[in-house]
């Protein structure tokens, strides 16, 4: 119940975010280039083989931040990664580098680097304690304008989650599990 809870506010601030965003650009305006604040928002698949079996989970983000030029943009992520035992929240900071920023059609490659906050409620149905780690990912990806600041995006890349976890079992032994989430990341999503 405490994830759904959890998913529930994340998917509240995304919105909250995203007006905030709009309503940036609308009072700053646009001459023409592509500087200005920047929202991404994107959804996808983690993809992976997880303990349980579980080859693909659902991954959303949104970040917020500001676009150099044609070339380079810089935000601040917010996003929830669902996973079997629980999910994950990372706040991350994001870079991008766009090849060929100033076309219609740019490949790019992106980096994040920030932490993760956990939300499992337990591991194992033993769980004492729960704690996230840092989060990081790199890919590579494209995006076609449909005007001058409205683009869709499609992308792929590796993304790593530590979480750690301290449980008891059901003979009383007291346990240190550090998991390595390792996933390969596939995402589409709007720019704006």
């Known amino acids: 119940m405490k994830w759904k809870l959890n998913s ?14 709009q309503q940036l650009m609308e009072d700053f305006g646009n001459d023409g280039d592509r500087s200005g604040f920047v929202n991404i ?8 083989k997880s303990v349980n079996g579980e080859e693909a989970h659902l991954s959303l983000q949104s970040i ?8 380079l943009s810089v935000g601040v992520g917010l996003g929830v990664d669902m996973f079997e035992d629980g999910n994950v929240f990372p706040i991350f900071a994001d ?7 100033d076309r219609n059609v740019s490949p790019y490659v992106y980096g994040d680097v ?14 004492d304690s729960q704690r996230g780690g840092i989060v990081y990912g790199a890919g590579i990806g494209i995006q076609v304008y449909k005007s001058n600041r409205l683009a869709w995006v499609w992308n792929i890349g590796y993304k790593q989650q530590t979480t750690f976890a301290k449980y008891t079992d059901i003979n009383g032994g007291l346990h240190e599990r550090t998991l390595n989430l390792q996933r390969l990341v596939i995402r589409t999503g709007i720019q704006f």
Do not use: H, P
């Open 41 to 48: 928002t994107e959804a996808g698949v983690l993809l992976g």
């Open 95 to 101: 870079v991008r580098g766009y090849l060929m920023g």
């Open 8 to 21: 529930l506010i994340i998917v509240l601030l995304f919105i909250g975010l995203d007006a905030i965003a």
């Open 114 to 127: 920030g932490y993760g906050f956990t939300s499992a409620d337990e591991i194992e149905n033993y769980t």
């Open 64 to 71: 917020n931040g500001y676009q150099f030029g044609d070339y």
